[in-house]
């Protein structure tokens, strides 16, 4: 079992920036597919950063440029630096992880993860 636990949410005005944190309870973390996906109200929940075993990346369009996925082995810990946030970057921020021997392949579907932290508030104001 994996539990991932996020912090590091809250409310930012427009143009400003947020780290993410998840803390992942796994001994093979280092191994694991991690990613960071998003969800905003009435809305689908969208991927937004990945990371493969190599350390390879992936990123939505939308915040291609402006954010950046990282791990730190050693603390087993996945982050999200934000930066020049937007009003429409807003929604609950949610770590995710698929348990695996080796993921090849940074992937931003919700359907190739099979845990899920409980989530971060993230607000941007106009």
């Known amino acids: 079992q994996v539990q991932l636990v996020e912090s590091g949410g809250g409310s930012v005005q427009a143009g400003g920036s947020l780290r993410l944190s998840c803390t992942a309870s796994v001994y093979t973390y280092s191994r694991n597919c991690m990613g960071w996906f998003r969800q905003a109200p009435g809305k689908e929940r969208e991927g937004v950063a990945a990371?493969?075993?190599?350390?390879?990346?992936r990123y939505a369009g939308s915040v291609k440029g402006r954010f950046t996925i990282s791990r730190d082995n050693a603390k087993n810990t996945l982050y999200l630096q934000m930066s020049s946030l937007k009003p429409e970057d807003t929604a609950m921020y949610y770590c995710a992880a698929r348990s695996t021997a080796y993921c090849r392949g940074a992937r931003l579907a919700a359907f190739d993860y099979n845990y899920w932290g409980q989530g971060t508030q993230v607000t941007v104001s106009s």
């Open positions: 990371l493969d075993t190599d350390g390879s990346m």
